[in-house]
T-cell receptor, first 111, second 114 residues
Framework: RKEVEQDPGPFNVPEGATVAFNCTYSNSASQSFFWYRQDCRKEPKLLMSVYSSGNEDGRFTAQLNRASQYISLLIRDSKLSDSATYLCVVTPNTGGFKTIFGAGTRLFVKA | GAVVSQHPSRVICKSGTSVKIECRSLDFQATTMFWYRQFPKQSLMLMATSNEGSKATYEQGVEKDKFLINHASLTLSTLTVTSAHPEDSSFYIC??????????FGPGTRLTVT
């Protein structure tokens, strides 16, 4: 089983739609969680951190479910510019602090 | 936000030569930097973790003698691809972590070995 698993997609949605991604992780000791966005042929950029209480940033909402070991990202009112690959990132709080990246979920928002 | 630069952004070299890639944290000190490789349409693959002042920790399957990493200061890490071959052609990305757990990525270096 992969340490971090994501549905690769692609998700094809029309503008204005709401879309949700899930990501599961296998290490129950994981402490820090993030969503990154990566555009084609570009480096990943931090989209948002994910807290136990959940957090919201504009049209984006991230949730963490420790009991089921998954995190989610909800995008409301999708824009064309949201088209990208969304990477789920998990950092175990152990020595070395190695960060584990999911393979990413591709999103295409169409007019 | 924190800024990480990478140089060069693009390099083409002949098979058998060595290429050095620099990664710099511009406005913060990074005790840990990471080097990743990404092939087209594939996910980021961690190659090694670089800690300032100590030897890098390489992931399984990554040859430490081929991919030389030096982290001489809190703001600079270098990756040298030695005796490059066409199969080393890839997108190499570094990232730097500040005191938190967030990572900030450099813009990447696209290496093409002919």
């Amino acid at each position: 089983r992969k340490e971090v698993e994501q549905d690769p997609g692609p998700f094809n949605v029309p503008e204005g739609a709401t879309v949700a991604f899930n990501c599961t992780y296998s290490n129950s000791a994981s402490q820090s969680f993030f969503w990154y966005r990566q555009d084609c042929r570009k480096e990943p950029k931090l989209l948002m951190s994910v807290y136990s209480s959940g957090n919201e940033d504009g049209r984006f909402t991230a949730q963490l479910n420790r009991a089921s070991q998954y995190i989610s990202l909800l995008i409301r009112d999708s824009k064309l510019s949201d088209s990208a690959t969304y990477l789920c990132v998990v950092t175990p709080n152990t020595g070395g602090f190695k960060t584990i990246f999911g393979a990413g979920t591709r999103l295409f928002v169409k007019a | 936000g924190a800024v990480v630069s990478q140089h060069p952004s693009r390099v083409i070299c002949k098979s058998g030569t060595s290429v050095k890639i620099e990664c710099r944290s511009l406005d913060f000190q990074a005790t840990t930097m990471f080097w990743y490789r990404q092939f087209p349409k594939q996910s980021l693959m961690l190659m090694a973790t670089s800690n300032e002042g100590s030897k890098a920790t390489y992931e399984q399957g990554v040859e430490k003698d081929k991919f030389l990493i030096n982290h001489a200061s809190l703001t600079l890490s270098t990756l040298t691809v030695t005796s490059a071959h066409p199969e080393d052609s890839s997108f190499y990305i570094c990232s730097a972590r500040d005191q938190g757990f967030e990572q900030y990525f450099g813009p990447g270096t696209r290496l093409t070995v002919t």
